[in-house]
């Protein structure tokens, strides 16, 4: 399968080094608006210059492709992606699936309209801690879950798009946590309450900090507290979790999985505790691809021989309103019951 990736900035490395690696797929070309990325990346893949255009609408008319990989920034996802379903491509795009609610509408109406496949690159649920998570939770072992915390702390200092985005911590990152809370509970939110801020110190123009809580259709409620500007230690970025459970609790730390199992009661009238066995860790869950890897293989199985993905842009856009669900709530101050 011959794919035009547009965007090799940044992330597009992470893509360029899937695409060279994989067996399945290879480069028809390459699409980027600046000139600085295109010198520097055309020397360091050795990639002849004639293969690297200045728009998509002029690639697709000089080369043939098979499906386009969109690595360009949020506010460009829609615009790419509607002239590559246009063009009768199919569209493996970076997350978030677009920078504001209206142009991820206009995406999935595209998708829809067109019947061309759009997939969303939520790599952070192939990653090995986040599987070996689900699989503890997907055994039934602890049953249901009640509760759940999430903790994500980091203080990159990218420049570019971020520094200058409303609410960059939702709308670039915690989208993959969010999405990774569907994943986990099976199940999307019914409502959504939150408070942001920027801290005196960020290097941000947007608010860097925030505070959600979200009540799910299955009944856990979540707790997410994040900060892109943490001045300390940090958490991974899959972020640490704790599942609070029927039976026990499974933990995601520092990306190490641990579990505890509720063995009973203890204790006399008036004082009882409930007992738990040795934190225990989980081995990790053995992936044959992972992340970028594993969406690649996927997205080519889906444009090969139609079999369809997890993270179609039909399926994304709820993840995507968790996102704007709680910008609505940082701006009303009110609970959001969830509309997508
Ligand atoms: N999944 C992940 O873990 C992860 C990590 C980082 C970034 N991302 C996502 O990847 C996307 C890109 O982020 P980045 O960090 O690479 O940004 P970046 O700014 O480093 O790179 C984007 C590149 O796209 C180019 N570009 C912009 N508009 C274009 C257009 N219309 N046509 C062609 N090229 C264009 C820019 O010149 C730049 O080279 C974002 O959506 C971001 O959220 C995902």
């Known amino acids: 399968m011959k794919v035009i990736q547009v965007g090799i900035g940044g992330m597009g490395n992470a893509w360029i080094n899937a695409v060279l690696k994989s067996s399945e797929v290879e480069f028809a070309g390459f699409v980027e608006v600046s000139e600085a990325i295109i010198e520097e990346q055309a020397g360091r893949y050795n990639i002849d210059r004639s293969r690297i255009f200045k728009s998509l609408g002029d690639a697709v008319k000089k080369i043939h492709a098979d499906a386009v990989i969109n690595v360009t920034p949020p506010q460009f996802h829609k615009d790419v992606s509607c002239l590559a379903m246009d063009a009768g491509l199919p569209v493996l795009s970076e997350k978030p699936l677009a920078g504001t609610l209206s142009d991820a509408l206009a995406i999935v109406h595209k998708s829809d309209e067109t019947g061309v496949l759009h997939m969303v690159t939520q790599n952070y649920r192939y990653h ?17 879950i009640g509760a759940v915390t999430v903790e994500f ?51 941000y123009k947007g608010d860097a900090s925030a505070s959600v809580s979200l009540k799910f259709a299955n009944g856990a409620v979540v707790a997410y507290n994040g900060s892109w500007c943490s001045n300390g230690q940090e958490t991974p970025w899959n972020a640490n979790w704790r599942f609070e459970c029927e039976k026990g609790v499974v933990t995601l730390k520092d990306d190490q999985v641990y579990v505890e199992h509720l063995m ?7 004082f009882r505790n409930s007992l738990h066995d040795e934190v ?18 996927e997205f080519y ?9 997890a993270t179609t842009c039909q399926d994304n856009i709820k993840s995507l309103g968790i996102v704007f669900d709680v910008v609505q709530s940082f701006a009303t101050g009110e609970v959001v019951q969830s509309t997508v």
Do not use: C
């Open 128 to 144: 090995v801690p986040i599987q070996t998570v689900k699989q503890v939770l997907d055994s039934g072992e602890l049953g249901k």
């Open 264 to 270: 009973g009661v203890e204790g006399s009238e008036g």
């Open 280 to 297: 225990a860790l989980v081995p990790p869950f053995a992936m044959e691809r992972e992340a970028q890897a594993y969406l690649l293989h």
């Open 153 to 203: 702390f980091k203080g990159p200092h990218f420049g570019g798009f971020r520094e200058e985005m409303p609410y960059p911590l939702i709308i670039d990152m915690s989208i993959h946590h969010f999405d990774l809370m569907r994943f986990f509970l099976d199940s999307n939110p019914v409502s959504v309450y939150g408070r942001s801020w920027n801290p005196p110190w960020s290097w």
């Open 301 to 309: 199985e889906a444009v090969t021989s139609g079999k369809a993905p």
